[in-house]
């Protein structure tokens, strides 16, 4: 066996990872689709798009709920400050929940949420509840993996998955909560997968927990810095990216806005789940190669990269051949301009199932700078695409079409900056220089 084959099975992410890590995430994932031919017949294309309206402000707070701080906790090599890292974490996640529900309630005195956001005067106090399950859900998911604990990964995903169908469908039924039936179940989700993971770490660590004191969180915030103030705002330029669609869409009303929310609840699904159980293995593993092996670092992203571009290829192919007849088919005859989405975002959403999971790369590496910039770049390139194809275009497929092809590009260039940002470290780790 030659070095770089033994090296390759000695970094590769294990078949065991995988069943259990794909198996939960893609039960998640089932969960979810066998529950949208319900809810598109219970729910309206508008009320859709008034959910996603919902959703776009939250995925803001989600990404700052921590701080970014989760990603941290895969970094120190000692338990106990793996431990702090996770209790900062999930301080900070209390911290940004109390503050939106201070934001919400002010911003809804002053009547300043008005027009598109007018859901959000409505039913922004469930922002905090989500906030507080889905940043929690974060750190403790780390922290999982951190432990090599892919069981507790896969049964918090079935349970967030199948606590927002159950929700979402039985809220329909209630005329008072039918409108915030949605908004209601996804924030029920979070608080039932971050339930099920603190109850789990809290059986295991919680004495080590309760030791943490006030300085040695001072302390790690200090080593960690870069995460909040320079991860954060990287990671919200990300969102700023992929809400994009919300933003132009919402021009032409909560009809088209809604197709394209059901798109981005079945097409993003597979990443969302699937995609980020293999990015949370990867960065783990990562995170130690990229200390004592580069080299095996190299090998794992090339090898992993490859293996997802396979496993994708027939599913969205598929999807981008027929998507207005399943979307249909399935969803009903209202439904049809949905799969006319589903055709564009499926190139899209493909080229990102191989890249999405291997983008945690330039973190783990310290390379904050290259993310950021990185980040303001898609952002101005997808925002001046999406702008000319609603001027010159004036249709919702125009906008989605042009949204598509600027993060064709995005996800590629990401993909060579982190090979050249490994390719780097290796060259470091080599004697002699």
Known sequence: MTNQTAASVRVGIGLREVVELVTGAGAAYGIVAAASPILTRLYTPADFGHFQIYVTVF??????????????????????????????GLTAVAITSSVTAIAWAALTETGLLRGPFDVIAHYGWILPVATAGGGATAVLMQWALREGDYRAVSIARVTQSTTIAATQVAT?????????????????????????????????????????????????????????VISSGSALLNTAGNVLPTVFLAAFGPTPLGWFALVDRLIAS?????????????????????????????????????KLAWTG????????????????LV??????????????????????????????????LEHQHWQLAWDIARLALCAGLMAAAARFGGTPLWVVAAYAAGMIVAYVSHAVLSYVAIHRRVREAMPGR
């Open 172 to 228: 329909a039924l209630v005329p008072p909560v039918a409108g915030a039936g949605l908004m209601l179940g996804d924030a029920a989700g979070r608080i039932a997968g971050s339930a099920t993971l603190l109850v789990r770490s809290w059986r295991a660590y919680g004495e080590l927990a309760r030791q943490v004191r006030v300085t040695e969180l001072r302390h790690l915030l200090i080593r960690y810095w870069r995460f909040p």
């Open 331 to 364: 969803f009903g005859e209202s439904w049809r301009p949905a799969g006319h989405y589903a055709q564009f975002l499926a190139v899209t959403q493909y080229i990102g199932f191989f890249v999405w999971p291997l983008m945690p790369t330039l973190n783990i």
């Open 270 to 306: 597979p990443i969302a789940l699937i995609g980020q159980q293999i990015s949370q293995v990867y960065g783990a593993k990562a995170a130690k190669l990229a200390h004592d092996d580069p080299e095996g670092l190299r090998i794992l992203f090339r090898d992993l990269s490859v």
């Open 59 to 88: 995925s803001f707070l989600l990404i700052a709920a921590a701080w970014r701080l989760e990603v941290a906790v895969l970094l120190p090599k000692e338990l106990r400050s793996g431990i702090a890292v996770a209790v900062l």
């Open 313 to 328: 290829a027939l599913p969205f192919g598929g999807l981008a051949l027929a998507g207005p007849w399943m979307f249909a």
